[in-house]
């Protein structure tokens, strides 16, 4: 794995944070610090985001990157939406994402 790929999900990982700290703030929001905390972490992690997905396609063709990250992100934060916000999932969802996968695929063959 190349450094570039490294940047690449490293940046999937900070946006899906990024998600994951404003849920947690819409879930607090009547606790207006730390609904502002939790809003602040997850901006800073969405501008660390930025770095390393730009910093990725130094070295990845955008028309890759995009898709990879995009994919990646619905992925990961519907898995943290599962696993720790405990919303359902469907078989449709199921569907959805293995449908994204496919296509990501598709899109870096």
């Known amino acids: 794995m190349n450094r570039y790929t490294f940047f690449l999900i490293f940046a999937v990982l900070l946006n899906a944070g990024s998600n994951v700290f404003y849920k947690y703030s819409s879930l607090n929001s009547h606790q207006k610090l730390l609904s502002l905390v939790l809003i602040t972490l997850g901006l800073l992690l969405g501008g660390v985001n930025a770095v390393f997905y730009t910093r990725s ?3 990845i063709s955008l028309n890759i990157a995009y898709p ?3 994919a990646g992100s619905i992925i990961l934060v519907t898995l943290v939406s599962i696993l720790i916000f405990r919303e359902s999932v469907t078989a449709l969802k199921i569907v959805g994402i293995s449908i ?3 296509g990501v695929v598709l899109v870096s063959v």
Do not use: R, T, V
């Open 57 to 59: 396609l130094k070295g």
């Open 68 to 70: 990879i990250f995009s």
């Open 100 to 102: 994204i996968c496919l």
